[in-house]
């Protein structure tokens, strides 16, 4: 149970961010449920496009852990910032005597009030969890304070572990308490435990203050304490360097690390604030025990502690504001890799992880600041995956490069635009429903004019990906609207024509408004109502034919065909031969637009409510088109989307399963393999039986493809690689889940592999075409499609000529007898599916 969440209820939720970070990069498109228990409950690759989705602007991060603070220290900012050349406070020494001033005026008002302003400029700065290293028991009661400081926390709506400290002498070798000291004492491990259990209500964590508050005997016992009760254990472990003396003489030349690893115990529950000055070679046998380090740099800087060798801490770090003068956790990523870069005249010092490069520094950084800290707390938080806590901070960053957000966020600049705890905003985050409701006007009627009124662009301001086109040897083809429209207009009723003319407009995703106009002028010349659905700077197209005398037809058809206006980049126009039409397009898909205007056009002669169309905008990249689409009230019975298919009504597009399997080993000498464990050896294993198992297939609807598309791991060639990492794609033809079951299945059969979803989509079943079309060839699709965007009641039949395989490549074509054949075939599927009406 936790403080900040435990007694909220909040409603269910959906969001997409603009990128969402998946904790290896930033990803489009991916939509976060959030469940009323503040848990994440779903996150999927756009898996439809219901109204109910909160549309996020900026980056949504998992929110940042905070593994360590003394909320009360908030009042010393800007304290004791003047010195003399002799003055003791150009120690840190000196700094806690201010500290100890501060604590004899603090009443319990103010000590309430310290911790509300503190947790409050936490959360402000995207900090969502805090670990309240807490040592500041008594007031006027005894332990009066360590409820204030939850209270704090459930005022301010901040996620709090109680890390409840033990605090007993003044120094090694039991020296007595001071007078200010008295305030943090526990006098006995019976009336700590007695305390600590009376808060069984909060998250907590146990905690020995330093080796100069706790014996060495207590400390062995608060250690197992907490492994008892399966509750995080914090320290400080050393500062300065004085500390590391006072123990050593104190304790048989033991440093305090020493101390901790002559405990014959598991040190995985174990986080140690600081580590500043401690030895490589303890550090190292630290972390192969379990143990985590918590770093603290703007206090360490603020303090002159020192900087901490990080090489050896293995990746095992977290973050911590400690004395809260500064609140920024960017900054705390910042100059942890700043201080290593003063140290050691090195950039990238932080990418440096035990054995191995980890060369992805902000991800890195990110990971401490995030999976890290909720790891030090027992909190399960810091990913953005389902059953994780719903704490998210959304960032605001100026950069359009997908791959430089988050270095752009954490050395240069981002602004919080929004705070999430247990699924409920603590901080407003910006929508852009607002501005995207505010562009969605839909133009009824006939317009041809598409230079006015359009082009305002909803999401200013805002960091969009626009795909660049590559300029091209025969680009000279005027690419203005009006020529555009003329050569559409030229072509007439030749479906070959037709689809050249289209071809020759460059319409890469994001730049589809010429072919748009083209496409209204033919349909206007012909008697169509063309209703024009803004999308960002470009526009959709809705078009019902009106009746003979001109009057707009008010029965929606029940029909309709629909196909993208985009293509991907780089456009190239077309090209002619006996055989094929070539061009950025020919297949995927303007001759499917040529196809299905003129058998819309030859339908609706006969029968002028026959069937509509539909053409959308960015189905290459966003599917934000069809997204939108579902605000035009349209609800036919049969959706018939053109997309090349190879001439087969598609029975099943298959869903998506990409995920990473992550293998830890332990590394040790190729010669010695038994004193280790090769990542590798256990990856292969995995892999292998992937690869050998039997997932489903059948004969109708094909198999399940398995693809590892990338593998790396290992640290030298005369080593056991101490981790193996590999990402799979999977094409479904069944749910996500039963793949995903059978991986972790896999998985779970080795010592320590665990795999990662990075996207899922369900397949799309469209096997109820069997009983309602004939005379046509059925097949499976392997690729994505606007389908699962379109919210209707209705039925999609997915078919088109050429092949996905010509499609996205410089050789793009279709064959001239399959594109002219195009126009039957879609005049006889609208007439089959009518007859179903
Ligand atoms: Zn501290």
Wanted: with cysteine; proline share 3%; aromatic share 8%.
């Amino acid at each position: 149970m936790t403080v900040a969440s435990s007694d909220i209820t909040q409603p269910n939720q959906r969001i997409c961010a603009e990128w969402t970070w998946t904790g290896t990069s930033f990803e489009r498109g991916i939509f976060v449920g959030i469940g009323a228990d503040g848990v994440i409950s779903s996150v999927e690759l756009s898996e439809s496009s219901d109204h109910n989705v909160n549309h996020v602007d900026g980056i949504l991060l998992p929110g940042f852990v905070n593994a360590h603070s003394h909320a009360f220290q908030r009042l010393l900012r800007g304290k004791g910032e003047v010195y003399s050349s002799a003055s003791k406070h150009n120690s840190f020494w000196g700094w806690r005597d201010e500290m100890y001033n501060l604590v004899n005026t603090l009443g319990a008002k103010e000590f309430k009030a310290a911790c509300v302003l503190c947790f409050t400029e936490m959360l402000d700065a995207g900090i969502t969890c805090v670990g309240e290293f807490h040592y500041f028991h008594h007031g006027d009661m005894p332990y009066q304070y360590d409820s204030i400081v939850l209270e704090a926390a459930k005022e301010v709506g901040i996620r709090i572990v109680l890390l409840n400290a033990y605090y007993e002498f003044a120094g090694c070798g039991k020296k007595e308490l001071s007078e200010a000291q008295k305030r943090f004492e526990t006098h006995d491990l019976d009336a700590y435990w007695k305390q600590l259990d009376s808060l069984s209500d909060y998250k907590r964590g146990v905690v020995a203050h330093s080796i100069r508050a706790v014996d060495p005997v207590e400390l062995g016992l608060l250690v197992r304490g907490a492994r008892d009760r399966n509750l995080p254990f914090h320290m400080h472990l050393e500062e300065q360097v004085a500390e590391i003396e006072q123990c050593k003489a104190s304790f048989d030349n033991k440093t305090p690390l020493r101390v901790l690893l002559d405990l014959d115990i598991s040190l995985d529950h174990v986080t140690l604030v600081h580590c500043t000055h401690s030895e490589d070679a303890e550090m190292q046998a630290f972390v192969a025990r379990g143990g985590m380090v918590c770093v603290c740099p703007l206090t360490e800087g603020a303090l002159a502690d020192g900087l901490p060798n990080l090489q050896p801490m293995s990746g095992q770090i977290c973050l911590g504001t400690d004395c809260n003068a500064r609140i920024d956790f960017l900054e705390e990523m910042r100059w942890l890799e700043y201080g290593q870069r003063v140290k050691t005249n090195r950039r990238g010092a932080v990418c440096h992880v035990g054995t191995t490069w980890v060369p992805d520094l902000s991800a890195e950084l990110l990971r401490y600041a995030t999976e890290m800290g909720a790891k030090a707390l027992g909190v399960d938080a810091g990913c953005i995956e389902v059953g994780k806590l719903a704490d998210f901070v959304v960032l605001k960053v100026d950069c359009e490069n997908v791959m430089e957000m988050l270095p752009t966020a954490i050395f240069g600049d981002a602004a919080v635009g929004g705070v999430c705890v247990g699924g409920k905003w603590v901080r407003e985050y910006t929508s852009s429903s607002a501005t995207v409701s505010a562009d969605s006007r839909v133009r009824k009627g006939v317009t041809v004019d598409v230079g006015t009124g359009f082009v305002k662009n909803g999401n200013s301001g805002t960091p969009q990906k626009r795909a660049r086109v590559e300029p091209c040897e025969e680009g000279s083809l005027d690419q203005s609207e009006a020529a555009c429209v003329r050569r559409v207009m030229d072509a007439g009723d030749d479906v070959v024509a037709l689809a050249r003319s289209l071809v020759d407009i460059n319409s890469t995703s994001g730049s589809e408004q010429h072919m748009a106009a083209a496409v209204t002028s033919w349909l206007v010349a012909r008697g169509w109502n063309v209703a024009q659905q803004a999308v960002g700077s470009r526009y959709n197209l809705h078009c019902v034919r009106n009746h003979a005398n001109g009057e707009v037809n008010s029965a929606p058809p029940k029909v309709y065909m629909n196909t993208h206006l985009d293509v991907v980049p780089p456009w190239f126009p077309s090209t002619v031969d006996d055989t094929n039409l070539y061009g950025r397009g020919a297949c995927d898909t303007k001759s499917l637009i040529a196809a299905m205007l003129i058998a819309a056009q030859t339908l609706t002669e006969t029968n002028r409510s026959a069937v509509g169309l539909l053409f959308v905008v960015s189905e290459e990249t966003t599917h934000e088109g069809m997204i939108k689409a579902n605000e035009l009230g349209i609800n036919p019975q049969y959706l018939i989307v053109g997309e090349p298919t190879d001439a087969k009504v598609v029975l099943l597009q298959k869903g998506i399963l990409k995920c990473t399997l992550t293998a830890k080993g332990v590394a040790a000498h190729s010669g010695y393999p038994h004193l280790g464990r090769s990542a590798i050896d256990d990856m292969l294993g995995v892999l292998g039986e992937i690869r050998a198992y039997a997932f489903p297939q059948s004969e109708s609807l094909g198999v399940t493809n398995v693809n590892v598309g990338k593998i790396s791991g290992g640290q030298a060639v005369n080593a056991l690689a101490e981790e193996c990492s590999a990402e799979l794609l999977f094409r479904l033809i069944s749910a996500p889940e039963t793949v995903l079951e059978v991986v972790e299945g896999v998985c779970s059969k080795y010592a320590d592999v665990s795999a990662k979803v990075i996207t899922k989509n369900d397949p799309v079943d469209m096997t109820y075409v069997n009983d309602l079309i004939t005379g046509f060839d059925f097949g499976t699709a392997c690729f994505n499609t606007d389908i699962p965007y379109f919210n209707f009641d209705g039925k999609a039949v997915l078919y088109g000529h050429g092949s996905i395989t010509d499609a996205h490549c410089p050789r793009e074509y279709i064959a001239l007898k399959d594109l002219k054949s195009l126009v039957p075939a879609y005049v006889d599927l609208v007439k089959q599916l009518s007859d179903k009406c």
